[in-house]
Structures are given as structure tokens and as C-alpha cells.
């Protein structure tokens, strides 16, 4: 049987990103399209190192973590439209603008991250990136990232 191109596993995130614990925030992926769209996974866990300052007795997960995600959805996306090797090319985040946050994030939670390529020339992208949990909107941000050598 085929291996389904548009599902990433944990296994290819860990050859496309070079980010590790504790900065690792995409699981999985589904639904990628080369250089067009990618849907990253997170799973909320109350054992993330964040939550017992943020905040004590009532865990959220940071806005900007969420932010976080979506560009490490993004990056997964261009490493592979690209076939970027993480031992010679870094994926930078160049920039965000319309960044709102809507809801929350728990612990239990799933993040889910559709983002969609809205421009790309050569090794620089701009993106519009979603967190969802349950089909409900937690943050949104347009956003820019390039490839380079290292």
C-alpha cells in the first residue's frame, strides 16, 4: 500500500524541524499540499512546561506559543514543498501581523493548524495560519518565513 503523502507523522516532523522538546509544538500533520496548505496537530498535554506559570490553578496555553505553532506548521510545509535538509537550512519566521486571539487554549485540548500558503517567491513564504480547537477559532495571524543556508 501507498504511504499517504499528505499525512506527516512525528517521525518526518523530526527530520524536517530542527525544534525539539520543549519547543516543539507540532505533533503530526494531515492534509498537505506542496507548497499551498498543511493542517499541523497539537496535543495539549497539562504536563507542558508552560502551564504551571501560565497560570497557576487555571492553565492557558500562551498566544503566543499558539502563534508559535502555526509558524512550526508553516516551516513543516516549506521543508517539505522544498525538500529542505535541517542539517544545511534553517526556516526563519520573518514577521506577523494580524494576530488575534478568540478563545483559550487547556490543557486536553487539540490544536488544530490549517495555514495556507497567500504568497511564495523562491525561499520566502507568507501565510495565513489558524489555531482551532474543536472546529472553534483560538488565534489567527498572517505571517512571513525564508529559507537559508546555515
Known amino acids: 500500500m501507498a504511504e499517504d503523502e499528505s499525512v506527516i507523522g512525528i517521525e518526518e516532523v523530526l527530520r524536517r524541524l530542527p525544534h525539539r522538546y520543549p519547543f516543539l509544538l507540532v505533533d503530526r500533520a494531515r492534509d498537505y499540499q506542496a507548497f499551498t496548505s498543511i493542517r499541523g ?9 508552560f502551564f504551571p506559570g501560565h ?27 522544498l525538500d529542505a535538509d535541517i542539517s544545511k537550512h534553517l526556516i526563519f519566521f520573518m514577521g506577523i501581523e494580524k494576530a488575534r486571539f478568540r478563545r483559550p487554549v487547556r490543557p486536553g485540548d487539540v490544536l488544530e493548524i490549517p495555514v495556507e500558503v497567500i504568497f511564495h517567491r523562491r525561499n520566502i513564504f507568507k501565510f495565513k495560519g ?4 474543536d472546529g472553534e477559532l483560538a488565534a489567527e495571524a498572517e505571517f512571513a518565513a525564508m529559507k537559508t543556508d546555515i
Open 130 to 133: 489558524r489555531a482551532e480547537v
Open 55 to 81: 497560570f497557576p490553578g487555571a492553565p492557558v496555553m500562551p498566544g503566543v506559543l499558539q502563534i508559535e505553532a502555526m509558524a512550526q506548521a508553516g516551516a513543516l510545509l516549506m521543508s517539505k514543498s
Open 41 to 49: 496537530i497539537k496535543c495539549v498535554s497539562v504536563n507542558e512546561p
